[in-house]
């Protein structure tokens, strides 16, 4: 089915080094979100984008943490010098009406940092 | 004060029970309601949008409450397939806000 698909399904980096996430929404659906859940807890929010352009990020811990999002289409989420504590699953979600349809999860990344 | 408050449970119920959940809301220009289901280790799913005049999908039923600022969330002749963490989620002009979920055992 043409859900939303992200890469890698799994990741584990060593403390330091830089990892990007991938994000291919579905088809058509304007409004992109990168979300975060560590173990045990909720949805924290990161980034939000409407087409290409992020008119929310407030939600990015630091300034290791940044997000772009190219034709509308795919994005990315790229952190550098990871930690430790950036340990947590990194999940993205698509909508195709803007805060009334519902979001659209893909099954996440899962990123361990050692 | 979070936006969006539930009641992290466990709610622990035999099969067949009825069980319900509630969860709080904050923000009054909140213009649509959701419940998503989240089994562990895997991605929340939208389980039913919540409509102002409450609405029913087999065995859930979902109800608004915009005086008091709650949304509910009935489960009848529950299953041991309904064990996961029900989530709360609340959304404007583009945000969505999530509660941090209920969680639910349906014990045989």
């Known amino acids: 089915g043409a859900g939303v698909s992200q890469s890698p399904s799994n990741k584990v980096t060593e403390k330091g080094k830089d990892v990007e996430l991938r994000c291919d929404p579905i088809?058509?659906?304007?409004?992109l979100y990168w979300y975060r859940q560590s173990l045990g807890q909720g949805l924290e929010f990161l980034i939000y984008?409407?087409?290409?352009?992020?008119?929310?990020k407030s939600g990015l811990p630091s300034d290791r943490f940044s997000a772009e999002r190219t034709g509308g289409s795919v994005s990315t989420l790229t952190i550098q010098r990871t930690q430790q504590e950036d340990s947590a699953v990194y999940l993205c979600?698509?909508?195709?009406?803007?805060?009334?349809?519902?979001?659209?999860f893909g099954n996440g990344t899962r990123l361990t940092v050692t | 004060r979070k936006e969006v408050e539930q009641d992290p449970g466990p709610f622990n119920v035999p099969e067949g029970a009825t069980v319900a959940f509630n969860c709080t809301y904050s923000n009054s220009a909140s213009q649509s309601f959701f419940w998503y289901r989240q089994d562990c280790r895997k991605e929340p799913k939208l389980l039913m949008s919540v409509y102002s005049s409450g609405n029913e999908d087999g065995r859930f039923t979902a109800q608004l409450n915009r005086a008091s600022q709650y949304i509910s969330l009935l489960i009848r002749d529950s299953k041991l397939s309904d064990s996961a963490t029900y989530l709360c989620?609340?959304?404007?002009?583009?945000?969505?806000?999530f509660g941090t979920g209920t969680r639910l055992k349906v014990l045989a």
């Open positions: 989620i609340t959304s404007g002009t583009y945000k969505y806000i």
């Open positions: 984008f409407q087409g290409n352009s992020a008119p929310d």
């Open positions: 979600a698509s909508s195709g009406d803007r805060g009334k349809g519902g979001l659209h």
């Open positions: 088809s058509g659906h304007t409004a």
